[in-house]
């Protein structure tokens, strides 16, 4: 199992960035995909998921509404598409996978795969 994460970059206040998570050694509905973001100095957080469980997407409250998680299954990714960014969303940013519950899909420690990060700086 494998997972490669790329998009990110530099982009203003307001701009926008696609994130890619690059799946390999399982397809998408057979693991919750989730988007961890950790910023210096702070714990990693879930900004957003798709569960196994009902296909169902979550985000954390500060990325309702901005960003949307999506699954493809030709190219066997799950993308996060990030509009209006923000200063504080300035982090790296990291796709996980596992067998998930509904119940602890914003845990990192839930989750049993991990990609390398991408950076993501939003700054003017």
């Known amino acids: 199992v494998q997972l490669q994460a790329s998009g990110g970059g530099l982009v203003q206040p307001g701009g926008s960035l696609r994130l890619s998570c690059d799946v390999s050694g399982f397809t998408l509905n057979y693991f919750s995909i989730g988007w961890f973001r950790q910023a210096p100095g702070k714990e990693r957080e879930r900004v957003s998921c798709?569960?196994?469980?009902?296909?169902?997407?979550h985000y954390v409250d500060s990325a309702k509404g901005r960003f949307t998680i999506s699954r493809d299954f030709v190219k066997n990714s799950v993308d996060l598409q990030m509009n209006n960014l923000k200063p504080e969303d300035t982090a790296v940013y990291y796709c996980?996978?596992?067998?998930?519950?509904?119940?602890?899909?914003?845990?990192?420690?839930?989750?049993?795969?991990w990609g390398q990060g991408t950076q993501v700086t939003v700054s003017s």
């Open positions: 798709i569960s196994i469980s009902d296909g169902s997407r």
């Open positions: 996980a996978a596992g067998r998930v519950i509904l119940s602890t899909l914003r845990l990192a420690e839930a989750y049993t795969y």
